[in-house]
């Protein structure tokens, strides 16, 4: 029951922390919206599949490893800022691209297998690209998982964790590419996308800045 009592609590937390507006939160809306609804769920398959990689580091003890080598953590964060700057730049470098959207929200032709592909790993590389959500998971596990941890939850947890995220960002994903998000995104998407890329930059340079170790 105890180990019962542990997932539960990890689920819920997990949940407010995939709920919480941030950069994978921006990634997939513009996905959604600018490219299809094939894409932006593509995107949130990304999403999944990069908390099952912080919750498989997190069951072998993440949270201790950021705080013993301090230099990893300022790495990652280094690494993880330049690339929502790099989004930021290329997102402002876009604004001026005309964009032909279809009734079904897909951009021009089917972009098929290729195009697929590639929103899945723009959001698996989006939600690894913040090392302050693996401290995260790694602070929720450390506190809430037993001291003994049972093998159905090492297997359960990842699942878990990816069916909360990607669950999460599909809702967000067809929510924004239906009709009424996609048109008033086509009428203004020079602002749009000069506010996402902004925020996103904003947040890369925060996130470099932001101390050299994990609090």
Sequence with gaps: MEAVGAVAAIAAALIVGAISP??????????AV????????AAAIGMGIGSVVFAVLALFGLQILLDQVAWL????????GLYLIYLGVGLWRGVARELTVTTSGAEGPSQGCNGFARSVAAGLLTQLSNPKTALTFGSIFAALLPHEV??????AIPAIAFAIDAGWYVIVA???SSATPRAAYLRAKRWIDRAAGSIMAA????LIADGPRPV
């Design 203 to 206: 947040l890369g340079l925060r």
């Design 73 to 80: 953590y300022l790495t990652l964060k280094i690494v993880g």
């Design 22 to 31: 941030g950069p994978s939160f921006i990634m997939v809306v513009r996905t």
């Design 150 to 155: 049972p093998l159905w939850v090492a297997f």
């Design 34 to 41: 600018a490219l299809s609804r094939s894409d932006g769920l």
């Design 174 to 176: 067809v929510a924004f």
